[in-house]
């Protein structure tokens, strides 16, 4: 028992050592990490003496997704998320429908042995992208705001289609049976609607029990304990756990502001980082060890053969995204416009073909291939496994690579990226937040000592000062004497909370997106933690 422990921990201690050499290495060559991570690991599983680490599905989807879904989903923008809902749900569902159809029906022209039925097991493995390398790669390759928040919404709940075109595969090829259409879309609807109700009542109780805590190692092992409570229990129904942790992390991202202080803020932003940069790290290394396996596992084929059926395959599911992009986008536009009366503009085909060329996918792909059945109900092998198996492999170190390095260039080419020039949005927030506090200034400095005339007179120059220099101006900044410190605490304390309440109206009336307001929140939280602010 103690020698198990032991090699797990050394395995874990090199992997971890992976994550971090290879991590400051794509930091030098300034790639995503996803990238280098697949690409180093993919190398090293060929080093003699690497100990063979297998991807195990269950620490996949019980221990690695979930804290990673919820950290996607805490950094994404409600506002913008739900105002583009519909081109996310052709995108989610519709997107995912016809990769799964269209390789169906494509497999088995491509492969020998194959029916549709295999054809639809592989095309559900592979439709849904991944978010762990959407969120990774998007931020880092210049794609415009409204491109990067599709992209991201599409991989936070693409998930629940691909996984219920699985069951139903799996269920074809182990029981000869074909589900119907309405048993298919009750399926899907209570996979859906049971999975969002668990992530609500899940985050309403958090909620709940966050407002009457201020501790934060507390707080941050709650909010770690939160994704798995979610997914577990969205699970244990039979219902979408991805989708549980999701709207739970949307829920309680924007509802943050009430129950965290900023100390336990700054904390919670802290270790989340590390723990997101070491999980995504591990599952892009595992991604890249699994290669020698995989290819050992297939003997029916040549490695020439394997490699042109893979680059084939993967040719095939790019194509489908891409042919898809134009027609859904457009249905998507009429949509919004006809019947939820929406001021968007038409996609226009440069950005329709970044979002078509950035369908990465990730571990979820793999996981799920490698999760299949060893064998039928009559014991014999379950039908080409290991292509599947490869042909997962293959298309994420496609899409994940070759599409992943080849993306801001492409970015560059069509121009989709945001025009120069600074944040509107931020700059009116924090304008309006500047003269809410003068404002308060005023009226404080009117009803309190006048022996305080000089405090105020100081307070009041330090906010002048920084507005006027939002235009560029500069202005002056007179010092405050010793006995007056413990009242401009207070009142610098006071000023800091309308600063954060008026920040946080704003996001609320939906003039700021939710990543302004963080940006805002992390400023605020800095100043009050400063030992300036103490009592």
Not at 165 to 175: D, I, P, R, S
Request: with cysteine; glycine share 8%.
């Amino acid at each position: 028992m103690t020698g198990d422990v032991q090699a797990m921990e050394l395995v874990f201690l090199l992997l971890l050592l992976f994550v971090v050499a290879f991590g400051a290495l794509a930091r030098k060559l300034q790639v995503p990490y996803p990238i280098v991570l697949v690409i180093a690991g993919g190398l090293l599983g060929f080093v003699p003496g690497i100990p063979r680490i297998a991807l195990n599905p269950d620490v996949i989807f019980f221990v690695i997704l979930p804290p990673l879904l919820y950290s996607a989903a805490w950094v994404t923008s409600w506002r913008e998320f739900s105002y583009s809902l519909v081109s996310i749900l052709f995108l989610a569902f519709g997107l995912v429908t016809f990769t799964v159809i269209g390789v169906a029906q494509g497999a088995p022209w491509l492969f020998s042995g194959f029916d549709w039925k295999l054809g639809l097991v592989l095309g559900a493995v592979i439709a849904p992208t991944d978010a762990l390398a959407a969120t990774s790669i998007a931020h880092r390759v210049g794609i415009s705001k409204r491109v990067t928040d599709l992209l991201e919404g599409e991989s936070l709940v693409n998930d629940a289609t691909g996984l219920l075109a699985l069951e139903f595969g799996v269920a074809m090829v182990l029981g000869h049976e074909t589900p119907t259409l309405a048993a298919g879309t009750l399926r899907l609807a209570y996979l859906t609607f049971v999975g969002l109700a668990v992530g609500l009542i899940t985050a309403w109780i958090v909620d709940w029990i966050e407002r009457h805590i201020d501790d934060g190692p507390i707080e941050i092992a709650i909010s770690i304990l939160v994704p798995y409570a979610a997914y577990f229990t969205a699970d244990g129904l039979h219902a979408s756990g991805v989708l549980a942790v999701v709207v739970c992390g949307l829920y309680l991202s924007r509802r943050s502001s009430g129950f965290f202080s900023p100390g336990v803020r700054l904390q919670a932003w802290a270790v989340w980082d590390a723990l997101t940069f070491i999980l995504n790290g591990l599952v892009f290394v595992l991604i890249g060890l699994q290669l020698p396996y995989v290819l050992a596992g297939i003997q029916e084929y040549s490695r020439g053969t394997l490699f042109l059926v893979g680059a084939l395959f993967s040719g095939l599911v790019i194509g489908l995204r891409l042919i898809w992009m134009f027609p859904g986008a457009y249905l998507a536009h009429w949509i919004r416009t006809r019947f939820l009366h929406q001021t968007v503009t038409i996609p226009s085909a440069r950005g329709l073909v970044v979002v078509g060329w950035a369908g990465m996918r990730g571990v979820i792909a793999l996981a799920a291939a490698i999760a299949l059945p060893q064998t039928l109900a009559d014991g014999s092998p379950f039908p080409h496994r290991n292509l599947i198996i490869f042909l997962a492999f293959y298309v994420i170190l496609v899409t994940l690579v070759l599409q992943g390095l080849t993306l801001p260039w492409l970015v560059r080419i069509l121009g989709v990226t945001d025009p120069p020039g600074p944040n509107i949005e931020e700059q009116t927030a924090r304008r309006e937040i500047l003269q809410a506090a003068l404002a308060y200034l005023e009226e404080s400095r009117q009803k309190d000592d006048a022996k305080f005339a000089a405090m105020y007179e100081d307070l009041t120059g330090h906010y002048r000062q920084r507005l006027t220099t939002l235009t560029g101006n500069e202005d002056a900044e007179n010092g405050v004497s010793p006995e007056q410190h413990k009242h401009l605490a207070r009142i610098s304390r006071e000023l800091l909370r309308l600063e954060r309440k008026t920040a946080v109206r704003l996001r609320n009336e939906g003039r700021i997106n939710d990543e302004t307001l963080r940006q805002l929140e992390k400023e605020l939280d800095l100043r009050e933690a400063s030992p300036s602010h103490a009592a």
